[in-house]
């Protein structure tokens, strides 16, 4: 019996996972839905583009001048925090000089005399070291680390996980054992990768064409989402009321262009799609999902991203927050009969 059991749960997982391969059936509102490199290649402003020169970003402290209660808000957001120096990270803080194992490999993290963090790999033979130049997340889940030595970027194969409150290999590195030093250290980022990383964590870390984090906004302000504000602020404090269209407003766009706008750095359909990310791969591509889903039909206002999660204020976690939301689509009980503004059923 127990060998049934195994076979068919066996047979149940596979029929899962190509299920979800399988499905890959196009939403009705992708005709205006573009991938996320066409997007940044259209006029205009779109999340990750690099084309707008260091001059033109006027700062979260500028927005702050008018915004002040919306950038205070938004500063406490995730976004905001999604990279830091080094050096400012707390979890390396509290594990210098505690040494850990990731696999067949022993790692200690120290702090130099400039302060910044450094980060030493060994396989018993030899040691490998450097420093830990960026850490990307805040640590809710957790925090990944990248290494610029020499021009090159380095992602660690230790990341920061809160669940362990310590350190484990860092997720998409290889589960085999690392085969030198070098490699036990991390994986060498490709610099159309590293642009990427950059673009999705910080705010104007590619200007003018050029890849420059040195001088990157840490995390996601005002102008990672709203786009360079230097002529907005400047004709604002001028009193030329023309400046408030020198900004982007993603509120202006369709359902579906809302949705692709938080793509950017999300991942929406046509970006999964191209890249065949099938199967478990994309089940954390929340536009992805959001544009499969059986309520997405061909779009609907009621159902982007920000008709649940506002991008000024930390992600709320409580369930019943969420019930104003649903009940814009859902009728409020099972004796309510559904019409063509509540067209969903009662939820559970």
Known sequence: ??????????LGFAALSLAVIADTRQPASMAESLSTQEHVKQPGWWPTKGTPARGEYAGNAACAQCHAALVQSQQQHSMARAAMPGRDSEFLKN???????VGANRYEISKDNSGDFRFAATDGSGTASGPITWAFGIGKVGQSYISEAEGKFRELRFSYFRSLNGFDLTPNQSLMKASSLNRAAGRIVSPEEIARCFGCH?????VAGKFDPAHAIPGLGCEGCHGPAAKHVSALLAGDVSGLHQVFNPRRLSPAGQVDFCGACHTTW?????????GFANVRFQP???ERSRCWGKGDGRLTCTACHDPHKPLVR???SYDSACLSCHVAGAAVKSDTTHIGSACP
């Open 95 to 101: 594990h210098v000089g505690a040494p850990f194992n």
């Open 270 to 278: 046509w970006d999964v799609t191209l890249h065949q990310a099938v």
């Open 1 to 10: 019996m127990r060998g049934v059991r195994r076979s068919a749960i066996l």
């Open 202 to 206: 910080s705010t104007a870390s590619t």
């Open 318 to 320: 409580e369930a019943a």
């Open 288 to 290: 992805y999902r959001l």
